[in-house]
């Protein structure tokens, strides 16, 4: 795990292996006036500074987002190469990029340093905001999952973060939000890139007894005997075609004199082959990802008991492993669902809106002021807004309180509408709801029949199908594999409900 401190020393008089610095194309966002790029640092010294500007032109340095290029380092720098890290065109008359600039110009630049031991971060942190966003940036960045394989270099063992509010109370308390953030979305991530064979629903569940030990989180699992009993015939039927059978894990913070109860949500199918409905096999390839809802509200639960949030948090993570064995559920197979509403399955791959629905049912009985699901429900949503933007749905205001958080976290949801003539898509001859509808709005009519499960409770449902596991190359702070997508934007949320 990579360490951070904050410094208020001279970095360019700071002992490293590299010093990180930004730079910035000549032409603004909505400028069509060319310049020459720039680095927005004082703290090489006017010498330093102005040898590698004179050198930008000759590297190609362009100043664009996702550009990493090192240099040696110019006398009157005390660490041995350079890293100019590119934040892409500056908005309006700024000169100060914003804050999801910064966290991914950090995260790129400790991307391309791993198996360096140490590192200076002299990028634009001259407030708590800029600082944090730098810090974020860098810590997710600074990620390699390395459970199966050893031969990758090792992330960047040390950062020093340099800031003129580095000794501030402010500065500190950021930097430590940063951290616990940062171990959140690690631990996302690597619950998401874990083998299927390894992690499965009752390993998942000993993962969140394991990564709750020592916190004041506490977690309680269904086994099958125990789903049985309570009527959770989702649940059930979606894992009963596997050799290892599912489980409901809930875990809670529970502080004292809450100000807010939030329910979570989260979708835990640990391989999905589409049960008797079986997927083609490049479409199975990716199937370890389809649990990255729950892993999402593990570690956002856990990230609010680190914080010591003033809100009652309750996850709840909903696992099974979809098998086609000998005792699968069939299409149209009709199962009975915790709360007694009776469902048609006709795709037996549309598997992870049953086990929601029953694990939504458990969260509104004890009666939450709000519930939000996370789950990597349709393909349907990669569809409609591509591999880096999740859809929400869900009543008004809280879908408006997701996007809004998601904006300041530096996540990208996009407002998406739940039209009531699509409800009838749903209808089943036999049952009081079929778990597929038409293939138009596939998205839409997911989130509409897991509207069905939550009454009057306040309610969001995020489908992060696309942006949970990252099939293409790194970019920013974000690696390729699982992403920690969602993490950050419900923890905003639940900071912004304690503050109330």
Do not use: C
Not at 2 to 8: F, G, M
């Amino acid at each position: 795990m990579t360490d951070i401190e904050l410094i208020a020393k001279d970095p360019a008089k700071t002992s490293a292996d590299a010093i990180v610095v930004a730079v910035a194309p000549g032409t603004k966002a909505g400028s069509k006036k060319d310049s020459a790029p720039r680095i927005l640092s004082s703290a090489l010294g006017s010498k330093a500074l102005s040898r590698l500007t004179d050198l930008l032109p000759v590297l190609g340095v362009t100043g664009k987002a996702d550009e990493v290029v090192r240099v040696p380092a110019p006398d009157g720098v005390a660490a041995s190469v350079v890293v100019l890290t590119g934040v892409g065109p500056l908005e309006g008359t700024s000169d100060t990029p914003a804050p999801e600039a910064l966290r991914r110009a950090a995260g790129a630049a400790t991307r391309a340093l791993a198996g360096t031991d140490t590192a200076v971060l002299a990028l634009p942190a001259g407030d708590t905001v800029g600082l944090a966003a730098v810090a974020e940036g860098a810590l997710m960045g600074a990620y390699r999952f390395d459970a199966y394989r050893s031969s990758d270099p090792a992330p960047v063992a040390r950062l020093q973060l340099a800031s003129p509010v580095a000794k501030t109370k402010d500065a500190k308390a950021a930097l430590a939000r940063a951290v616990v953030v940062a171990d959140a979305v690690r631990g996302t991530r690597d619950l998401v890139n874990a083998s299927p064979k390894h992690l499965f629903p009752g390993s998942f569940a000993d993962a969140a007894r394991s990564a709750a030990k020592g916190s004041k989180v506490s977690v309680t699992v269904l086994d099958e005997k125990q789903l049985a009993a309570g009527g959770y015939g989702g649940i059930l039927g979606v894992g009963q075609g596997s050799s290892r059978p599912p489980r409901l894990v809930k875990v809670v913070h529970s502080p004292t004199r809450p100000r807010a109860h939030y329910a979570l949500v989260g979708k835990g199918i640990t391989f999905d082959s589409g049960g008797l409905s079986l997927k083609p096999a490049k479409s199975m390839e990716n199937m370890k990802d389809d649990m990255a809802g729950a892993a999402t509200v593990l570690h956002a639960v856990l990230a609010a008991a680190a914080l010591n949030l003033p809100v009652k948090v309750t996850g709840w993570l909903a696992l099974a492993e979809n098998m086609p064995g000998g005792g699968a559920q069939r299409p149209s197979d009709v199962v009975t669902m915790r709360g007694g509403t009776t469902v048609e399955v006709l795709n037996t791959d549309a598997e992870g809106r049953l086990v929601m629905a029953d694990a939504l049912v458990a969260a509104v009985e004890e009666k939450p002021d709000a519930v939000l699901d996370v789950a990597t429900l349709t393909g349907a949503q990669v569809v409609a807004l591509g591999s880096r933007v999740a859809g929400v749905m869900g009543d008004d205001e809280v879908r408006s309180a997701v996007v809004s958080a998601g904006d300041e976290a530096g996540e990208q949801l996009w407002p998406m509408p739940l039209p009531p003539e699509l409800r009838a898509s749903l209808d089943s001859a036999v049952a009081d709801i079929a778990n597929v509808g038409g293939r138009e709005g596939g998205m839409l009519t997911a989130g509409l029949f897991l509207k069905e499960f939550v009454g009057e409770v306040p309610w969001a449902h995020l489908d992060v199908a696309g942006p949970a596991f990252n099939e293409s190359g790194p970019y920013g702070y974000t690696p390729k594999g699982g992403t920690g997508m969602g993490v950050r934007t419900l923890l905003g949320l639940l900071e912004a409900a304690g503050s109330r």
